[in-house]
T-cell receptor, first 113, second 117 residues
Framework: QKEVEQDPGPLSVPEGAIVSLNCTYS??????FMWYRQYSRKGPELLMY????GNKEDGRFTAQVDKSSKYISLFIRDSQPSDSATYLC?????????????FGKGTKLSVIP | GAVVSQHPSWVICKSGTSVKIECRSL??????MFWYRQFPKQSLMLMAT?????????EQGVEKDKFLINHASLTLSTLTVTSAHPEDSSFYIC?????????????FGEGSRLTVL
């Protein structure tokens, strides 16, 4: 079993839809969870960052972490064509000073106008 | 956020030649930089961790003699793919930490696409 599992998609939704992206993981030591957005042929950019369990909201984006289920989600409300990208979940076990992230494969999202 | 620049953004080379990729932190000092490789439809795989002024730490399975990493200053790390072969064709991405204790604050370069003929 891979440490981080993420459905690669592709996922295609109409503009304005609510998008749900998910990752599961097996390492119970993971405590820091990130979502990155990667446009084609570009490096990833950090979207959301959460520590331990709970929810975090930033504009149209909401990140959820359920450590008991080892499951994390990213919700995008009122999706826009500009949201079309690959979304990568990433996580790490240690705190400050440890940046060695374990990434999911990424989910390719297309938002159709 | 902080800016990390990679150069070149894409390169094509012949088999057996060496290719150097640069990663620069433009507006902050990066004591640690990371090099990743990403194959199509695969996740980013960490290759090595580069600390300024010391030898890089390579992940298991990554040949340190093939992928030479130099982190000579707080703003520059280089990855040299020596004697490149077609199987080395990939997307190479660097990231840098900006000195913050926030584990999520990793800034990524734009990536460098290497094609070995």
């Amino acid at each position: 079993q891979k440490e981080v599992e993420q459905d690669p998609g592709p996922l295609s939704v109409p503009e304005g839809a609510i998008v749900s992206l998910n990752c599961t993981y097996s390492n119970s030591a993971f405590q820091y969870f990130m979502w990155y957005r990667q446009y084609s042929r570009k490096g990833p950019e950090l979207l959301m960052y959460t520590y331990s369990s709970g929810n975090k909201e930033d504009g149209r984006f909401t990140a959820q972490v359920d450590k008991s289920s080892k499951y994390i989600s990213l919700f995008i409300r009122d999706s826009q064509p500009s949201d079309s990208a690959t979304y990568l979940c990433a996580m790490t076990a240690s705190g400050a000073g440890s940046y060695q992230l374990t990434f999911g494969k990424g989910t390719k999202l297309s938002v159709i106008p | 956020g902080a800016v990390v620049s990679q150069h070149p953004s894409w390169v094509i080379c012949k088999s057996g030649t060496s290719v150097k990729i640069e990663c620069r932190s433009l507006d902050f000092q990066a004591t640690t930089m990371f090099w990743y490789r990403q194959f199509p439809k695969q996740s980013l795989m960490l290759m090595a961790t580069s600390n300024e002024g010391s030898k890089a730490t390579y992940e298991q399975g990554v040949e340190k003699d093939k992928f030479l990493i130099n982190h000579a200053s707080l703003t520059l790390s280089t990855l040299t793919v020596t004697s490149a072969h077609p199987e080395d064709s990939s997307f190479y991405i660097c990231s840098a930490s900006g000195g913050t204790t926030n584990t999520g604050e990793l800034f990524f370069g734009e990536g460098s696409r290497l094609t070995v003929l």
